[in-house]
Nanobody, 123 residues
Framework: QVQLVESGGGLVQAGGSLRLSCAAS????????MGWFRQAPGKEREFVAS???????YYADSVKGRFTISRDNAKNTVSLQMNSLNPEDSAVYYC?????????????????WGQGTQVSVSS
């Protein structure tokens, strides 16, 4: 079992950057594929990015080229570097984990979730 805690959210102007981090408990972090999702008010939770156990990555089209997901197995962390932010990126961002090989893009595939961190982008 793993517990996830996100940090790094905040308020930023359009065009700015933020870096989200997710700290995972436990000694088997390297066994998990990790993902970032987001949910804006009145909208469904949507996939943002995922990273496999072997550090392969996959992004939603809406963030491709602007966001970068990475992991540090020695520190049990996964990060999401977000550049060129726009107001449409405003949402609560969630870190998620799943045991398995490969990349996972559906929220139903993930068994563990953090509490979320708010990202607000002003125009």
């Amino acid at each position: 079992q793993v517990q996830l805690v996100e940090s790094g959210g905040g308020l930023v102007q359009a065009g700015g950057s933020l870096r989200l981090s997710c700290a995972a408990s436990g000694r088997t972090f390297s066994s998990y594929a990790m993902g970032w999702f987001r949910q804006a008010p009145g909208k469904e939770r949507e996939f943002v990015a995922s990273i496999s156990r072997s550090a392969n990555t996959y992004y939603a089209d809406s963030v491709k080229g602007r966001f970068t997901i990475s992991r540090d197995n020695a520190k049990n962390t996964v990060s999401l570097q977000m550049n060129s932010l726009n107001p449409e990126d405003s949402a609560v961002y969630y870190c998620a984990a799943v045991i398995g090989l490969g990349l996972f893009i559906r929220s139903s595939q993930y068994g563990y979730w953090g509490q979320g961190t708010q990202v607000s982008v002003s125009s």
